[in-house]
């Protein structure tokens, strides 16, 4: 069993700052890509940015030179910095994590629950 949990989602104003969380646990061997998405209502689920365990990012263009992603291999953790923001970043945040649970298993996706980020005046 594999479990993501997100944290940090909440309400903030044109402008602010969030940080958002995403813990891995469970029956974990190794992590290879892990990423944020969101999806608004009435809109499809979009990446927004995609970290590798080398450590190389990927970004959606709307939010390119505001967040950044990170993550922290020893605590199977990925991160999302998002500065500057707008109402149009409201949406729920999904983390994705291919996780592969031994060495006998294949990377399989991952997804968390889910945490609500609004921009708001």
């Known amino acids: 069993q594999v479990q993501l949990v997100e944290s940090g989602g909440g309400l903030v104003q044109p402008g602010g700052s969030l940080r958002l969380s995403c813990a891995a646990s469970?029956?974990?061997?190794?992590?290879?890509?892990m990423g944020w998405y969101r999806q608004a209502p009435g809109k499809q689920r979009e990446l927004v940015a995609a970290i590798t365990s080398g450590g190389s990012t990927n970004y959606t263009d709307s939010v390119k030179g505001r967040f950044t992603i990170s993550r922290d291999n020893a605590k199977n953790t990925v991160y999302l910095q998002m500065n500057r923001l707008k109402p149009e970043d409201t949406a729920v945040y999904y983390c994705?994590?291919?996780?592969?649970?031994?060495?006998?298993?294949?990377?399989?996706?991952?997804w968390g629950q889910g945490t609500q980020v609004t921009v708001s005046s």
């Open positions: 469970g029956s974990i061997f190794s992590i290879n890509t």
């Open positions: 994705k994590a291919e996780i592969r649970m031994s060495v006998s298993y294949s990377y399989d996706g991952y």
